[in-house]
């Protein structure tokens, strides 16, 4: 039963999939981190579906794209671009990191926030539009999601918290680190085979920009905030998707 209650509130915190509600006790929330990539399989199975639709009734590129863009914020409610502008506004402050910190806690949306969200939604949009959605690339895409998840969860229960309160904090201290850490891990190396086993080009170019962003994710967030937080690891999922996207549009130009 604790694995189910992990699983529920895995969903109800990072998405907006109906689960049954379950209470959080810290005894439940051991393994949260551990069902935190099957929402980006949930993702990735909606895309295929939407890109299989698409084909079938010939639906226009621009169609195709804007709902491809939008189809991860409305499954997770838009809780990692929270974070993603949330951070964008400390980052943009160019703040001592204590001020960074107290930044990232504000409800309210800044300028750089604003600005940076629409760019990112126009870059996904455009790319969208650019990539040929055959099989091979789409199951890479789609794989993708649950990528981005893995590695963040790994920042989770491997890097050092920014500070010791909120809501990574809080799943971070209660997670069996070690346990979460072996499943996670177990699972990056199996996505890893999976992907260059569809196609070794799409499949090694798309590992090497989701672990370039979480290469910097690590340096970012130790040098900027001391550690990291909720809200950093929303913008690195966001900003890991999008190079995952780039990555795989890139090698189908070339």
């Not at 964008?88 to 300028?111: C, H, T």
């Not at 918290?161 to 499943?183: I, P, Q």
Request: charged share 15%.
């Amino acid at each position: 039963m604790r694995l189910i209650r992990s699983f529920c509130i895995a969903f109800s915190m990072y998405s907006r999939l109906p689960v049954p509600h379950t209470e959080w006790t810290e005894d439940d929330m051991r393994y949260v981190m551990c069902f935190f990539p099957l929402i980006g399989a949930v993702i990735g199975l909606v895309l295929v579906a939407w890109t299989s639709i698409s084909v079938h009734c010939g639906i226009g590129k621009a169609l195709f794209a804007g709902i491809a863009t939008v189809i991860p914020a409305l499954l997770t409610g838009g809780i990692h671009l929270d974070g993603f502008c949330d951070t964008l506004d400390a980052l943009g402050s160019r703040q001592p990191m204590e001020r960074k910190l107290e930044i990232l806690k504000d409800s309210n949306s800044g300028a750089f926030a604003v600005i940076g969200c629409c760019v990112y939604f126009l870059l996904l949009f455009c790319l969208w539009q650019e990539l040929e959605p055959n099989g091979k690339s789409l199951c890479i895409l789609a794989i993708g999601f649950i990528l981005s998840r893995v590695l963040s969860g790994l920042s989770v229960v491997c890097f050092p918290c920014a500070k010791n309160s909120g809501l990574l904090a809080m799943f971070s201290r209660a997670a069996d680190k070690r346990r979460t850490a072996w499943v996670l891990a177990a699972s990056l190396v199996a996505l890893i085979i999976f992907l260059l086993l569809i196609e070794v080009k799409t499949g090694a170019a798309v590992l090497f920009a989701a672990f370039a962003a979480f290469a910097y994710y690590r340096w970012m967030s130790a040098r900027e905030f001391g550690g990291t937080t909720g809200d950093l690891a929303g913008w690195f999922l966001q900003v890991c998707e999008l190079a995952i996207l780039l990555a795989a549009v890139v090698v189908q130009k070339i």
